[in-house]
């Protein structure tokens, strides 16, 4: 799962949205210096790539770019699953992506200070590109794999992933809604419970 999934599966506690979004940036144990709620979306996050990376339907997704892209076909794979929980947003969430989007900036902006150093670099690429929006279309898409073979220094030509995702665009995409479903109650269950 990628940033706006992390972001969803966070519910309506900002905190634990911040503290999920920024998780890829604090190591091992350093997430005990935080506040309650930050570090609850810190452990979510971990659960959710847990959770994912060990999923039957997710590694049957992921089958299908192993082959060429390797070790980064997760990551391709975490965007693509994006792409699918942005295309229909509608289902998942009153809010339009939109709003949605910009009211998780100005959350980030408001709280730029408790963000790690890392994110607050991001930060405004994210905004700028508006990321979160851009994951709804091919298009978008696109733009987001080419950045990512840019930042992996062309290892595996990321960005001819869009292919695939348009070869096996409906296996993908009810892949994605059968496991999302489970996963969303994964995540509830963790919110609900007490840390």
């Not at 847990?50 to 076909?73: A, C, E, N, V």
Request: hydrophobic content about 35%; glycine content about 4%.
């Amino acid at each position: 799962m990628n940033y706006l999934a992390h972001i969803y599966l966070s519910g309506n506690q900002e905190t634990v949205k911040i503290g999920n979004f920024m998780a890829d940036s604090i190591k091992g144990l350093q997430y005990e210096k935080y506040p309650p709620e930050i570090k609850k979306g810190i452990l979510l996050h971990r659960l959710i790539d847990s959770f994912t990376d060990s999923h039957p339907i997710y590694r049957q997704s992921k089958h299908r770019l192993h082959k060429k892209y390797g070790h980064y076909s997760g990551v391709i794979m975490d965007i693509f699953y994006d792409h699918f929980l942005a295309k229909n947003w509608s289902h998942y969430c009153p809010t339009p992506l939109e709003q949605y989007a910009k009211e998780f900036y100005l959350l980030l902006q408001e709280h730029h200070s408790i963000l790690t150093e890392r994110v607050q670099k991001m930060l405004p690429y994210m905004i700028g590109r508006n990321w979160l929006v851009s994951y709804a279309t091919l298009e978008g898409i696109s733009v987001i794999l080419f950045q990512m073979d840019y930042r992996t220094k062309h290892r595996v030509k990321m960005d001819e992933a869009i292919h695939e995702l348009k070869q096996f665009y409906d296996e993908f995409e009810s892949e994605f809604i059968a496991f999302f479903e489970e996963l969303q109650g994964v995540c509830n269950q963790f919110l609900n419970a007490q840390l």
